[in-house]
């Protein structure tokens, strides 16, 4: 109740529709970086991660390579 009546919901509204629109255009970025038309174009295969923890955790390989840290040999 108390954070509750700290919360303005139209501000935070708006926050969150300007954090979907943000986050919408920098996937569309990534698209047109992986040379892809569209975000629907985008395949598994073009994932990869920036650093071995990121790829562990998100079991992608490390750009550049093939290996994927914690996947067992590949």
Known sequence: ?????????IGAGRRLANFL??????????????GKSHVHNLE???LVALTVEA???AGV???GTNWIPG???R
């Open 71 to 73: 996947a067992g040999g």
């Open 21 to 34: 629109s943000v986050l919408t255009l920098e996937t569309q970025t990534i698209a047109r970086a992986a």
């Open 44 to 46: 598994p295969e073009d």
């Open 55 to 57: 790829a562990a955790m």
């Open 1 to 9: 109740p108390d954070l509750a009546k700290r919360l303005d919901p």
């Open 61 to 63: 390989p490390l750009a």
